[in-house]
């Protein structure tokens, strides 16, 4: 019986220097791994570096995004829709001379201006609008103007 202990013991013994071999293999393999991979270097703190450069560059995309957004809002009022409606005013011209024009912006607020030519003299007015409507009364040529700018313009 004590010769199957000792004999069961060596075998324990050399399977545990096999394993701890295996390891230590193992652990270097890994370590020259990280060192190809690291440049030398060590990984760790690459790995931090890196870290922190991801971290910065979403700082500066949060800063890019913010200076579109503001940009986004000043197109906003800035004139995007236009139209114009030429017409006879007086039935007497056969160029259609008078015009309306209307300059709006994405919310349709704006101006309208309307030139109506006739063969003494010649007329120019100007009529704010809001949300594509003014508070003064409109012809149909403006309202038409209005209707193409509103019409015409593709987001």
């Given amino acids: 019986m004590d010769n199957i202990l000792i004999v069961f013991?060596?075998?324990s013994t050399l399977v545990a220097l096999i394993s701890l071999y295996i390891s230590i293999k193992i652990y270097k393999?890994?370590?020259?791994s990280m060192n190809k991979l690291?440049?030398?270097k060590d990984f760790s703190q690459m790995l931090n570096k890196y870290?922190?450069?991801?971290e910065e560059l979403n700082k500066r995309d949060d800063q890019i995004i913010s200076v579109c957004n503001n940009i986004n809002n000043e197109l906003a009022k800035c004139i995007k829709k236009v139209g114009i409606n030429r017409y006879d005013a007086f039935g007497n011209t056969k160029n259609k001379l008078s015009f309306a024009l209307a300059l709006l912006d994405r919310d349709n607020n704006g101006i309208v201006i309307n030139s109506i030519y006739g063969q003494d003299n010649s007329n120019v007015y100007a009529k704010p609008?809001?949300?594509g409507k003014s508070e003064y009364n409109l012809s149909d040529e403006?309202?038409?103007?209005i209707n193409l700018a509103i019409k015409?313009?593709?987001?």
């Fill in 9 to 11: 013991s060596i075998i």
């Fill in 29 to 32: 393999k890994y370590e020259k």
């Fill in 38 to 40: 690291g440049e030398g």
């Fill in 51 to 54: 870290v922190s450069q991801v």
């Fill in 129 to 131: 609008i809001k949300n």
């Fill in 142 to 145: 403006e309202k038409q103007a």
């Fill in 152 to 155: 015409e313009y593709k987001e």
